[in-house]
């Protein structure tokens, strides 16, 4: 049985192996998510650079933040940034496969055209 329930703004999933009957005691394991937290978390180790760990320290007392906030932080940034920029180069290779495509010429017309009147 899994049992689900919102505390504050943290979200309780209890799932019990056996149910409770006439005050019996029930076992089972208790996962506390936060509300910005909306999945289990799981333990990873790596090893690192002494200096990378000193910055992440440094950050993360800096910010008064965990250490395990400032790493999971800085991998979601990098996997956003990679993953866009994986995506955005398929798009493109698929507007190629496609025609989709305009001659290096036409391009400098038209970025020509766009920076006309541009004090830069």
């Not at 999933?13 to 056996?18: A, D, E, G, R």
């Not at 333990?43 to 008064?64: D, G, M, N, P, Y």
Request: with cysteine.
């Amino acid at each position: 049985m899994i049992v689900i329930f919102v505390w504050a703004d943290h979200f309780f999933i209890l799932h019990c192996n056996t149910v409770q009957y006439n005050g019996s005691k029930k076992s089972g394991s208790l996962a506390m998510l936060t509300s910005q937290q909306k999945e289990p978390r799981d333990q990873l180790s790596l090893r690192i650079a002494s200096s990378t760990k000193k910055r992440i320290e440094a950050l993360a007392q800096a910010t008064r933040r965990s250490k395990s906030f400032v790493i999971e932080e800085a991998i979601n940034h990098y996997l956003e940034l990679n993953e866009w920029q994986i995506e955005s180069i398929e798009r493109g290779l698929e507007d190629v496969k496609a025609g989709r495509v305009i001659s290096h010429e036409d391009m400098l017309k038209e970025w020509e055209e766009d920076s006309e009147g541009d004090l830069d």
